[in-house]
């Protein structure tokens, strides 16, 4: 039992990177390609590392690592019913790959949104400046994005807009989500609440939110700027 929690942070951000790494539409990512972008990235990293020191280290943190998607894996297999809703969103290869099952998303943008990021124009600025990031990793995060989705759904917030209803299927389930707290509000040991903390809201809104800069448009104020 004591390893469910790891595999409830570990699964969204296993298919997160499936996603991420899928590029080719006639192949399929491999278990090997995944272990590799789980040890590079920080958040995975972290989560890893925790679990890792917790076990009786026989192996090494790249087999551990590779455990987080045998698991995978196996619930997949079996059909566990608790992650189907996550499932149902890839294609398993119909063979093994280097004798392990690769994954590729079902849909474009199954899983994450286009980077929730807005940079300034970077024209005219010398090499190695500062870019304003104007949406913070915390939005990025997959198990975050996963948890306030399922919590608030994935209409806008804000207008209700639905990409599942207006373009199909194949965009059922796109949506950003956006920080309600500014970068300045919190420290470097906060800890993103996705209930409190975080809102579905489409492109469009999002986009908004971040038209006035310091501080962005609350999600109410946007709500009134809406002409029905």
Partial sequence: MKSLWVQDVAFPIIAN????????????????EIIQLLLR???SRTLIETAYKKIARAKS??????NLV?????????????????????ERSEEKIDGCWAYKPSTPSAVIVFPDEVEEETSGLPEGATIERLVNSYERNPLARQMCIKKYGANCHI????????????????????H??????????????PIADLRPVCPNCHAVIHHRRNPPYSIEEVQSFLRC
């Fill in 61 to 66: 943190i790249e087999q551990y690592a590779g």
């Fill in 17 to 32: 990177d499936i996603e991420r790494l899928y590029g080719d539409p006639t192949k399929f990512v491999s278990r090997q």
């Fill in 70 to 90: 045998d698991w995978f894996s196996e619930k997949w297999t079996v059909g566990d019913k608790k992650w189907l809703w996550l499932f149902k969103k890839f």
């Fill in 180 to 193: 309600i707290l500014q970068l300045s509000e919190v420290g470097k040991d906060y800890k993103v609440d």
């Fill in 159 to 178: 207008c209700g807009f639905s990409f599942g209803v207006t373009y199909g299927k194949a965009l059922e389930g796109f949506i950003h989500v956006h």
């Fill in 41 to 43: 990235e920080s958040h």
